[in-house]
């Protein structure tokens, strides 16, 4: 049973052409997550939406952003790609958010600049 | 600020054998301690958790306790087999301030076992 659903699974864009990822869960938690993980490095997070408030970590880069139009779909958004914007994109989900709580991650979208 | 460090792979070990990834922390507080694993083109997936001291979180054989001592949370496996093979990370969650909803990883730590 897939919970949290990531497409496409591999992304090919060019340097410069806006590229959106997507996710969606089955859940029905309450966050939702974006994490960038670069080659054989962890995964980083980039922001994080409870419910509709949008959480941006201090150190993501402006051509960053995200969509989260209802509770199920949360998109990524990359305004000009660089080639060091290649990387593995994780979503994840948690019911609330708390510290204790686990993340379901989904399988990732793999994006390449050319 | 919070971090944590794992042991550098690739780890090869032989089926059977006894497994320890080591890892540590730096964080304000007691965070929440967590295994994470990652299977060859898949996402992350809990292996398991402790959410305070002493606390020994276990699941599918691995087993990892919660050390404030020594800010410890390392992984161990008695007999490990070819389905384990996958790359392993470490993270917490902070428990003070307004980080508390975010994850910090390691940077993972690649298993590879032969039959």
């Known amino acids: 049973d897939a919970m949290v659903i990531q497409n496409p699974r591999y992304q090919v864009t060019q340097f410069g052409k806006p590229v959106t990822l997507s996710c969606s869960q089955t859940l029905n938690h309450n966050v939702m997550y974006w994490y960038q993980q670069k080659s054989s490095q962890a995964p980083k997070l980039l922001f994080h939406?409870?419910?509709?408030?949008?959480?941006n970590e201090a150190d993501t880069p402006d051509n960053f952003q995200s969509r989260r139009p209802n509770t199920s779909f949360c998109f990524l958004d990359i305004r000009s790609p660089g080639l060091g914007d290649a990387a593995m994109y994780l979503c994840a989900t948690s019911r609330d958010g708390g510290n204790q709580e686990t993340q379901y991650f989904g399988p990732g979208t793999r994006l390449l600049v050319l | 600020g919070d971090s944590v460090t794992q042991m550098e792979g690739p780890v090869t070990l032989s089926e059977e054998a006894f497994l320890t990834i080591n890892c540590t922390y730096t964080?304000?507080?007691?965070?929440?301690l967590f295994w994470y694993v990652q299977y060859p083109g898949e996402g992350l997936q809990l292996l398991l958790k402790a959410t305070k001291a002493d606390d020994k979180g276990s699941n599918k054989g691995f087993e990892a306790t919660y050390r404030k001592e020594t800010t410890s949370f390392h992984l161990e496996k008695g007999s490990v087999q070819v389905s384990d093979s996958a790359v392993y990370f470490c993270?917490?969650?902070?428990?003070?301030?307004?980080?508390?909803?975010?994850?910090?990883f390691g940077s993972g730590t690649r298993l590879l076992v032969r039959p």
């Open positions: 993270a917490l969650s902070p428990r003070v301030g307004d980080s508390s909803y975010k994850l910090i």
């Open positions: 939406y409870y419910d509709k408030d949008f959480n």
């Open positions: 964080a304000t507080g007691y965070p929440s």
